[in-house]
């Protein structure tokens, strides 16, 4: 359950237009949140990379569990890419821009993302949600 709740709170941050249509007030918590979006952003994306990680090591549950193991999968895995987004600029910093043509490759993905962000935002609420009910009904 944690894991739906947190890709449900990183999907907020990654779009923040749905959020400003539905709630006007929602744009002063926004920009409270900005400075710190790379330190979120970054410390999503090692918490995605870490469940796709555990989920693929224990590959054995997709015998006994499938629909959650796939489900765990899916959501690590937007949690990633959405953590890489957030944290671009500290990820680039701290690791793409110590190897030799790091940077560009991270660029260049970067802007192959970019314009998905809002769609995997959305695409994150409902995987979120969906790991947050499947908890319930399959753990």
């Given at each position: 359950?944690?894991?739906?709740i947190?890709?449900?709170l990183l999907?907020i941050?990654?779009?923040p237009?749905l959020?400003l249509?539905?709630k006007?007030?929602?744009?002063?918590l926004?920009?409270k949140?900005?400075?710190?979006?790379?330190?979120?952003?970054f410390v999503f994306?090692i918490?995605?990379?870490w469940?796709?990680i555990?989920?693929?090591?224990?590959?054995g549950?997709l015998?006994?569990?499938?629909?959650?193991?796939?489900t765990?999968?899916?959501?690590?895995?937007?949690e990633?890419?959405?953590?890489f987004?957030?944290g671009?600029?500290l990820?680039n910093?701290?690791?793409?821009?110590?190897t030799?043509?790091?940077?560009e490759?991270?660029?260049?993905l970067r802007?192959?993302?970019?314009p998905?962000?809002?769609?995997l935002g959305v695409?994150g609420?409902?995987v979120g949600?969906?790991m947050?009910?499947a908890s319930?009904?399959?753990?």
């Amino acid at each position: 359950m944690i894991w739906g709740i947190t890709l449900i709170l990183l999907s907020i941050i990654a779009v923040p237009s749905l959020l400003l249509a539905k709630k006007p007030n929602a744009k002063e918590l926004l920009e409270k949140i900005e400075p710190y979006q790379g330190w979120i952003g970054f410390v999503f994306f090692i918490w995605g990379l870490w469940g796709v990680i555990s989920s693929l090591l224990n590959i054995g549950g997709l015998s006994v569990y499938p629909i959650w193991w796939i489900t765990l999968l899916a959501g690590n895995i937007v949690e990633a890419v959405l953590g890489f987004m957030l944290g671009f600029g500290l990820i680039n910093k701290f690791v793409l821009s110590k190897t030799e043509g790091g940077e560009e490759k991270g660029n260049r993905l970067r802007e192959k993302l970019a314009p998905k962000q809002g769609q995997l935002g959305v695409f994150g609420l409902f995987v979120g949600t969906w790991m947050i009910v499947a908890s319930f009904l399959f753990l």
